[in-house]
């Protein structure tokens, strides 16, 4: 499976597995689906890499690709694919996102992120914008981080990024109007 | 007659490491001389041979593969499979591997007792990695989906007229074991597939 985020437009290489009918079934044998649950996890990962997407509707998910195989007519079922997250988000590789309590969505983390703040503060060394207020709009989809692998990242996850920076005491956050009016102003 | 034939190893040496068909062959005439080459890793024919060690890094190969896919297939691999997985990750150049070079590398794990094994379900040639002996009824049942890779529980019952407590129990047990998986999709009589037996290519 690649490792880096694929061009656009390259298909994605799914696994073997993909093609195998009782993939889509919660094995019953514990040790088989652990093996089973591990390679899912393994795809929900090369997946979201690929197609640079950030956040899972459960519900929603189940009915494309990779939860659901049309050639085969098979689908995950969402409570297995809530094990599955589960799963995720015990190895830091996703969080429950929606209201306390509930395992309806999820932010699934490709690059944690941690990873993503190192990059973000390190753009703003190399242009030379530390002490400058940015919002969190013009961070994610201005002209400025064109080309930037942090380019497109959703709100919600650069928010988390954000915050480890703040933890950091990297960033400091300004409340704005709105999510998007959220500024930010990074530290050396 | 046994010098002769160490007179021709020895000329044919860089041959019989690089080309499988001619090392084939070189065992075989072996074999009719009485003479076994791997008879002990100091053997003689062995060392002239030059292939103790290759035995012996295939052999370590195929344990590799064979415990790396057990979680998968239950400890099953097809003999196709594991001699493409082989040659996959032996180092490019490297002598090829043909069958009869895997069923020697197994051959020579028999001191292991670990339980490595040919085994055939009709056409489907097969190498066992768990020490277990193959219950008759798992034999039966592997054999019905040699060539569709699955088999359902009307299939067992048509094909052998099994009672229904029978049929559990081999089915549980090939479960357990992780033998086959099972497909159930809503409201469909569920199948069971042997990931030994499907390649998705």
């Known amino acids: ?21 009782p993939f ?42 990779p939860f659901a195989n049309r050639q085969l007519r098979r689908a995950l079922r969402v409570d297995v694919l809530r094990e599955v997250v589960d799963e995720l988000v015990k190895q ?41 207020v940015l919002t969190v709009f013009e961070l994610a989809n201005g002209d400025d981080t064109a080309g930037q692998e942090f380019h497109g990242l959703d709100a919600a996850t650069l928010r988390r990024a954000l915050d480890v920076l703040q933890s950091q005491g990297k960033a400091q956050l300004f409340a704005g109007a709105s999510d998007e009016d959220l500024g930010v102003k990074l530290f050396a | 007659m046994k010098s002769s034939l160490e007179d021709f190893v020895r000329i044919h040496q860089r041959e019989i490491r690089s080309d499988p068909v001619f090392r084939v062959q070189v065992q075989r005439m072996c074999q009719l001389l009485g003479v076994d080459p ?64 895997i069923k020697r590398a197994i051959s020579q794990l028999k001191p292991l007792k670990s ?33 569709t890779n699955k088999f359902t529980r009307e299939d067992i019952r048509l094909a052998w007229n099994w009672d229904q407590d029978r049929i559990h129990a081999c089915i549980n047990d090939m479960l357990c074991l992780g033998i086959i998986w099972v497909d159930e999709p809503d409201f469909e009589e569920p199948e069971y597939w042997v990931p030994a037996f499907f390649h998705a290519n």
Request: charged content about 25%.
């Open chain 1, 1 to 21: 499976m690649a490792s880096t985020t694929a061009a656009a437009g390259e298909p994605f290489q799914f696994p073997e597995m993909y093609n195998f009918p």
């Open chain 1, 24 to 65: 889509f079934t919660r094995q019953p044998n514990e040790s088989t689906w652990k093996e089973q649950r591990r390679q899912w996890c393994d795809l929900v990962l090369a997946f979201y890499r690929h197609n640079r997407l950030y956040s899972m509707s459960l519900a929603e998910a189940v009915t494309e690709p």
């Open chain 1, 92 to 132: 830091g590789n996703a969080v429950w996102a929606g209201a306390k309590g509930t395992k309806d969505i999820c932010l699934v983390f490709w690059r944690k992120p941690e990873v993503w703040a190192t990059m973000i503060h390190q753009w703003a060394s190399e242009r030379g914008l530390f002490n400058t």
């Open chain 2, 38 to 101: 791997l008879a002990s890793r100091k053997g003689y024919m062995a060392e002239l041979l030059g292939v103790g060690d290759f035995y012996c890094e295939l052999g370590i190969q195929i344990i590799d593969i064979c415990v790396g896919t057990r979680s998968v297939n239950g400890g099953l691999i097809e003999m196709d499979e594991l001699r493409r997985r082989l040659i996959e990750r032996r180092l490019k150049g490297s002598e090829p591997v043909v069958e009869d070079d």
């Open chain 2, 115 to 147: 339980g490595y094994r040919i085994v055939d379900f009709g056409n489907r040639r097969m190498v066992q990695s768990v020490a277990r002996e193959m219950n008759s009824d798992f034999s039966t049942v592997l054999t019905l989906a040699q060539y």
